[in-house]
């Protein structure tokens, strides 16, 4: 258009389609943790006797290694790092509510759970409505 010669331009080009690449991959990422957002605000909603565990271990994995693939230019942005690291803590609370849904912490005397709750200093009751 302004009668650039093509050598005196292709150094822009190049930067250009780096650009898109970058922008494309900035793309899958928080469409990756959209997906995983929306998720874990389903887990928090569930009540206690419709936990799967299993399956949402699964699901945790799945979303881990969902982010290998991301080839973000700088893998310690905050971007990547916060999404990888709520996928971490995910992965570290699931297995503590399995233990806690296990049928050894329904003691005769009620002292695991009176533990849970000085600890959380929280009172509930462990039912179908929790």
Excluded at 6 to 32: A, D, F
Excluded at 95 to 105: A, E, G, N, R, T
């Amino acid at each position: 258009m302004f009668k650039f010669p093509e050598s005196e331009t292709n150094g822009c080009q190049k930067i250009i389609e780096t650009i898109e690449v970058e922008v494309g991959w900035m793309l899958k990422l928080w469409q990756h943790i959209k997906k995983c957002q929306d998720r874990f605000d389903e887990y928090l909603k569930l009540k206690w006797n419709e936990m799967d565990l299993g399956e949402m271990e699964d699901e945790i994995k799945k979303m881990r290694t969902g982010l290998n693939p991301i080839k973000v230019q700088d893998r310690k942005c905050n971007t990547f790092l916060g999404i990888a690291d709520d996928i971490k803590r995910w992965s570290i609370f699931i297995p503590l509510i399995s233990d806690m849904k296990h049928d050894s912490m329904n003691t005769p005397d009620g002292r695991h759970w009176k533990k849970i709750k000085d600890t959380l200093k929280q009172d509930f009751t462990v039912d179908s409505s929790l």
